[in-house]
C-alpha cells in the first residue's frame, strides 16, 4: 500500500484564498502537466490540451466575467442561501500563480475512437481524470488548485482563441499555497456536509446496502 497515495487524494482540496502568487518552479510544473497528460483517455485520444495562462490582462477580464456570473447566481438565491454564498470565495484567478486551461477536443482520433461506440461521454471523462491526475500531482508537489466554474465556454473560447470544435472544461486556478485546509470550503462555511461512504455504496442492485 503506498500510504503516500492515500495522504494527497485526502488533502486535496479546491483552493480560493491560500494562494501565495508565488513565481513557479518550471521543472515542478513541467512535471505536474506531465502527470495530467499521463492521464487514461479512450482509444488513446488524449483528447486534452492545457493552456498556461500568465498574462494578466486576459485573467483580468476572465475575473471580471466570473464576477457577473457569480452576480447572477447570487441573484437566484433565497436570503438565507445567498448569505452562507457570500461567505464563500469562488475563484483565485489573479492570487495565484497562474491558470490552467484545459480543453476537449471530441474529434481527436474521430470517427473510430476505440472505446467511444457506445457512450459519446467518454471523452470527456478521459480529460476529467487528466484534471484529478493535475490536481493530485500539484497537492503532491505542495501546490494548490481551484476549479473555477462560473463562466461561459464561448466566452473562454473566444477569450483565448480556442478553436470553435474545442470545449474549455475548466480554468484551473494552480500554484504554490500558504496552507491547505483541513476541512473543504463549502463544508466549513456550511454549504453542504459530506455524505459517507456507506450511503453511496450499493450491493449488486442500486439501494441495497452491503
Known amino acids: 500500500m503506498d500510504a503516500g497515495l492515500y495522504d494527497v487524494i485526502h488533502r486535496r482540496r479546491d483552493v480560493r484564498r491560500e494562494f501565495t502568487g508565488a513565481p513557479v518552479d518550471p521543472a515542478v510544473l513541467e512535471r ?55 461567505r464563500i470565495s469562488i475563484e483565485g484567478i489573479r492570487e495565484a500563480s497562474l491558470g490552467v486551461v484545459v480543453t476537449h477536443d471530441q474529434d481527436r482520433g474521430a470517427p473510430a475512437v476505440l472505446g467511444r ?3 459519446a461521454d467518454t471523452g470527456l471523462y478521459s480529460t476529467c481524470l487528466a484534471i484529478e491526475n493535475l490536481w493530485l500531482a500539484a497537492t503532491a508537489e505542495g501546490w494548490g488548485v481551484g476549479w473555477v466554474s462560473f463562466y461561459r465556454e ?18 484551473l486556478c494552480v ?36
Open 175 to 210: 500554484g504554490p499555497v500558504a496552507q491547505l485546509q483541513q476541512v473543504p470550503d463549502l463544508e466549513r462555511h456550511g454549504w453542504r456536509t459530506r455524505r459517507p461512504l456507506s450511503d453511496a455504496v450499493h450491493a449488486d442492485r442500486w439501494g441495497a446496502r452491503p
Open 32 to 86: 505536474v502537466l506531465g502527470a495530467a497528460h499521463a492521464a487514461p483517455s479512450v482509444g488513446l485520444t488524449q483528447p486534452w490540451d492545457f493552456v498556461v495562462v500568465r498574462d494578466q490582462e486576459l485573467r483580468a477580464r476572465f475575473r471580471a466575467h466570473v464576477a457577473d456570473e457569480r452576480a447572477v447566481f447570487d441573484a437566484s438565491l433565497d436570503a438565507a442561501r445567498a448569505e452562507v454564498f457570500s
Open 117 to 119: 461506440h457506445a457512450i
Open 154 to 171: 464561448p466566452f473562454l473560447r473566444d477569450l483565448l482563441g480556442i478553436p470553435d470544435h474545442v470545449r474549455p472544461v475548466a480554468w
